[in-house]
Every structure is written in structure tokens, then in C-alpha cells.
Nanobody, 123 residues
Framework: QGQLVESGGGSVQAGGSLRLSCAAS????????MAWLRQAPGKERGGVAY???????RYASSVQGRFTASRAKAANTLDLQMNSRSVEDTAVYYC?????????????????WGRGTQVTVAA
């Protein structure tokens, strides 16, 4: 049974930076798609960034240019560097993975999830 564990959440002032990390373990092989998704209070869970097994990275438009996702296949980790944070970035951030052929910003595609880590941005 594979496991995804997030770390690095917390509180930060608007404009500040924060780095999240996700460690994957117990999977029989590297997942085709690893991603960060987030869920703000009262909103649906949505995509932030994903990285395919071959290293293709895509970002949601709301974080493009501010967030950087990086994946280390050997270590089986997925990081998210978040810069220029705004109050709208406050959410629970989840690490997720799947082996389906398509990698997209769709929560319903992912079958493996971490427990999530809270990120709060204060004005």
C-alpha cells in the first residue's frame, strides 16, 4: 500500500515564501503523475501543479509564475516552492498520485492521496 506524506505547511505573511514537500513510499513503481492540489474553505479541491514521470510540469493559471514544482524520481519526492503568496492561497494542500495515462488538474483522476497540510497566508 503506497503512502504519500506532506510536510512544510504553516503560516506566512502575504508576499512571503513557503516550501512544501511530499514523500512517497511503498509504491511498486514511480507514479506516472504526481501533483499538488488544494482545497480552500467552501471550495472544491483543485489543481495547483503536476509533474509527469518524464518531468513535464504544468501549473494552474492562478499560480503560474509564483509557484515551482519539482520532482525527484530517485528520492520519490515532490516539492512545491511557493513565492509571492497571497491570502487567496490559503488552503489545505494535498499531494496526490496516479498511474493513468493522462495527467491533468483534475482531482477525480487521482487515487492516492496524502492527508494534506494546512497553509495559511495572513494579509
Amino acid at each position: 500500500q503506497g503512502q504519500l506524506v506532506e510536510s512544510g505547511g504553516g503560516s506566512v505573511q502575504a508576499g512571503g515564501s513557503l516550501r512544501l514537500s511530499c514523500a512517497a513510499s511503498g509504491f511498486p513503481h514511480s507514479s506516472n503523475c504526481m501533483a499538488w492540489l488544494r482545497q480552500a474553505p467552501g471550495k472544491e479541491r483543485g489543481g495547483v501543479a503536476y509533474v509527469t514521470e518524464v518531468g513535464t510540469v504544468r501549473y494552474a493559471s492562478s499560480v503560474q509564475g509564483r509557484f515551482t514544482a519539482s520532482r525527484a524520481k530517485a528520492a520519490n519526492t515532490l516539492d512545491l516552492q511557493m513565492n509571492s503568496r497571497s491570502v487567496e492561497d490559503t488552503a489545505v494542500y494535498y499531494c496526490a498520485a496516479h498511474d493513468k495515462g493522462v495527467c491533468q488538474h483534475r482531482a477525480d483522476l487521482f487515487n492516492d492521496w496524502g492527508r494534506g497540510t494546512q497553509v495559511t497566508v495572513a494579509a
